[in-house]
């Protein structure tokens, strides 16, 4: 295997698991954030991410001298061979992704590339960005690929090291090889095609797992009404190879950094194409829907008015395994919860302190302890495993209340009602 030289433009999420990852694999990576404090830190192999793995990787990465972190653009991207922008492409205006830092990105390197040098798409970036970079940068002497990630956050690392599979896109062939080749080492399938297509593979992929949390709440709500358990409902389904057991939990609602910015951006694509995407409307719609149900299944079980209640939520992280409160759905019904008068307070393992202006809804605390005493209710919004094991006998002891809201049917219901208490889950 050829040791390329890597710029990673980005050190968030994505980026700073692709630098770590691809100096793991023997590139020399320079990995690049607008942070000074983000990038001091990461010199001292710092990750502020909570993120199995990363942390040693980026340890093993500075040691080995192979990865390294600087300050701008300017840089990491002189001597590089390829770069990857990794930057936020939040959601901007009617949906469609914010491209302005990828943008900024290009603005600042593309006087600055070697000539063979092939940028790299790595954000989710609408169809048609690899030729608005290609613009951009002005020159004939430079390539432009798309390399679509695929990393779950709690398991980014392993993601990266063990992938389903590699996309890479571009209208030049030489370039995609070249970004493959970086992974060569993972034995892993690997997808060549033009820029567009790989452009909409992230967006269709990420969609479909939003149609199928959406669905599975749905068939939730419908095994309430006639009395149907969802547990046995999508273990039926699940043993279908067609249809598979991933994605067929119910909860509060899906969240997170991608989900909710990806339906969205994909839905403006389709309407600027002239599309009507009907049930990518109805996935958005039926998400929505979700949360209010959630919040009327909670009134139901503190006696239907929640005004004056004191809550112990356990969980605000859109999902167990990391800390990220981005579109949280646990954080969307906290609120929900506060406008109808509840008291509210929020333990989650991954996160000891409030967020200043994140948190603003709920008193964080340290320990499970405090956020049962005296509530008239717990409510489950995060899957965190370490919730089964809890105490509940003892946890029961403190509560005002003995309900218990499972959103995520995590827990065992007869360890619960041999603590006394009375569980709500969903769809049973």
């Known amino acids: 295997m050829f040791v390329r030289r890597v710029a990673v433009v980005g050190a968030g999420y994505v980026g700073l698991t692709s630098a770590a990852c691809l100096a793991s694999l023997g590139h020399h990576v320079v990995c690049a954030d607008i942070d000074e404090k983000k990038v001091e830190q990461l010199r001292k192999a710092e990750v502020q991410i909570f993120e199995p793995g990363l942390t040693e990787l980026v340890q093993e990465g500075i040691a080995a001298g192979r990865l390294e972190f600087v300050v701008g653009v300017r840089n990491a991207v002189q001597d590089a061979e390829v770069v990857f922008l990794c930057v936020p492409t939040p959601m901007g205006e009617g949906g469609a992704a914010d491209l302005r830092a990828v943008e900024a990105a290009v ?14 798409n790595k954000s989710t970036v609408p169809v048609g960005t690899a030729a608005r970079v290609l613009e951009l940068l002005g020159r004939d002497d430079v390539f432009v690929a798309s390399n679509p990630e695929f990393l779950r956050e709690g398991s980014a690392v392993k993601d990266f090291m063990h992938p389903d599979r590699i996309v890479v896109g ?35 992929a990420n969609c479909f797992l939003a149609m199928k949390l959406s669905y599975v709440n749905a068939m939730a709500e419908l095994c309430e009404r006639l009395g149907a358990d969802i547990a046995n409902v999508t273990e039926g389904m699940g043993f279908d190879q067609r249809i598979g057991q991933s994605f067929l939990q119910p909860g509060p609602g899906w969240g997170g950094s991608c989900l909710p910015k990806d339906t969205h951006a994909l839905l403006q694509i389709a309407e600027a194409a002239g599309h009507e995407f009907e049930l990518l409307s109805a ?53 929900m919860l506060k406008n109808e008068g509840a008291e509210l307070i929020a333990y989650d393992p991954a996160i000891p302190n409030a967020v200043e202006g994140v948190t603003d809804d709920v008193t964080v605390v340290d320990d499970v302890q405090q956020a049962a005493k005296d509530a008239n209710a717990l409510v ?5 495993p370490q919730f089964r094991s809890l105490d509940w006998a003892a946890l029961a002891g403190t509560m005002t209340g003995q309900v218990v809201v499972d959103t995520r049917n995590l827990l065992d219901v007869d360890i619960l009602t041999r603590a006394g208490l009375t569980s709500h889950g969903v769809g049973r």
């Open 107 to 120: 603005a600042e390197m593309k006087d600055l590339l070697a000539p063979g040098t092939v940028v790299v």
């Open 170 to 204: 571009s209208d030049a062939q030489n370039a995609a090889e070249r970004v493959s080749a970086l992974y060569a080492r993972l034995g892993a399938p690997t997808v060549l095609m033009d820029a567009a297509s790989a452009e909409l593979v992230k967006y269709s």
């Open 283 to 335: 996935t958005i719609n039926t998400n929505e829907k979700q949360s209010r149900l959630i919040i009327r299944k909670i009134a139901d079980a503190v006696g239907g008015d929640l005004a004056g209640k004191k809550l112990g939520l356990l969980g605000l992280a859109f999902k167990a395994g990391t800390n990220d409160l981005r579109d949280s759905p646990a954080l969307k019904i906290a609120k």
């Open 380 to 384: 489950v919004l995060t899957e965190w």
